[in-house]
T-cell receptor, first 112, second 111 residues
Framework: GESVGLHLPTLSVQEGDNSIINCAYS??????FIWYKQESGKGPQFIID?????DKRQGQRVTVLLNKTVKHLSLQIAATQPGDSAVYFCAENIVGYQKVTFGTGTKLQVIP | NAGVTQTPKFQVLKTGQSMTLQCAQDMNHEYMSWYRQDPGMGLRLIHY???????DQGEVPNGYNVSRSTTEDFPLRLLSAAPSQTSVYFC??????????FGPGTRLLVL
C-alpha cells in the first residue's frame, strides 16, 4: 500500500550545525506534505508544510524541500539547538481527503 | 484559545472495562480525528468526523466508537478494553485543506 517512510531512525548533530531529516513517500497523488515535531510525552506539533506546486518553503530556521520526481521530502534545520531534540516525522495528504499518512519518525539528538 | 484538549492524561484499565476519552477544541474546526500511536509505528487513524453528526471509520476502528454531537467535542469510547488497546491516543482537529493540530495525548494501559 501507499506509505510514508524515513531513511534514518536516529540522527545526532552537534549544536550549531545544520540538520537534515529525510522522508520518502510513495503516493504520487499526494499534494500536501507536513513536518511535525514531537517532544517526549507531548503531542505532535506542526513545524512547516508544503504543497505540491512548490519545491521549497522556508520558515524560521526551517526549510522544507520537495522533490516530486523522486518522491522525496526533506526538513532542514539551521543552527540546531538543544531544544530541537525531538522526534520528527513527515506526513502526506491529498487535499480534500481525510486520510493523512504518517511516517514512523526520526529521532534528532543534539549534542551540546 | 486552548487549542485541542484531552482528558484524562493517563488511565489504567482492566481487560473488559469501558471508558471514554474526551477531546475538545475551541477553534471551530470542522474536522476532528482520533489516532493511536504505538512504538515503531506511525500515527494510525481510528475514527474521524467532518462535522457535527458525521463520523466515519479510519484504519483501525475495531473496538472503538465515536460520536460528534457538537463541533467542539469528539469523545472516543472503548467498549471493552483489551491489552492490544494499550497505546497513546491523540485527538486532532483541522480546517479542510489545512494542517492538523494535535492534543497532548492520553496514555492508556490495559492490564
Amino acid at each position: 500500500g501507499e506509505s510514508v517512510g524515513l531513511h534514518l531512525p536516529t540522527l545526532s548533530v552537534q549544536e550549531g550545525d545544520n540538520s537534515i531529516i529525510n522522508c520518502a513517500y510513495s503516493n504520487s497523488a499526494s499534494d500536501y506534505f507536513i513536518w511535525y515535531k514531537q517532544e517526549s510525552g507531548k503531542g505532535p506539533q506542526f513545524i512547516i508544510d508544503i504543497r505540491s506546486n512548490m519545491d521549497k518553503r522556508q520558515g524560521q530556521r526551517v526549510t522544507v524541500l520537495l522533490n516530486k520526481t523522486v518522491k522525496h521530502l526533506s526538513l532542514q534545520i539551521a543552527a540546531t539547538q538543544p531544544g530541537d531534540s525531538a522526534v520528527y516525522f513527515c506526513a502526506e495528504n491529498i487535499v480534500g481527503y481525510q486520510k493523512v499518512t504518517f511516517g514512523t519518525g526520526t529521532k534528532l539528538q543534539v549534542i551540546p | 484559545n486552548a487549542g485541542v484538549t484531552q482528558t484524562p492524561k493517563f488511565q489504567v484499565l482492566k481487560t473488559g472495562q469501558s471508558m471514554t476519552l474526551q477531546c475538545a477544541q475551541d477553534m471551530n474546526h470542522e474536522y476532528m480525528s482520533w489516532y493511536r500511536q504505538d512504538p515503531g509505528m506511525g500515527l494510525r487513524l481510528i475514527h474521524y468526523s467532518v462535522g457535527a453528526g458525521i463520523t466515519d471509520q479510519g484504519e483501525v476502528p475495531n473496538g472503538y466508537n465515536v460520536s460528534r454531537s457538537t463541533t467542539e467535542d469528539f469523545p472516543l469510547r472503548l467498549l471493552s478494553a483489551a491489552p492490544s488497546q494499550t497505546s497513546v491516543y491523540f485527538c486532532a482537529s483541522r480546517i479542510r485543506g489545512e494542517t492538523q493540530y494535535f492534543g497532548p495525548g492520553t496514555r492508556l494501559l490495559v492490564l
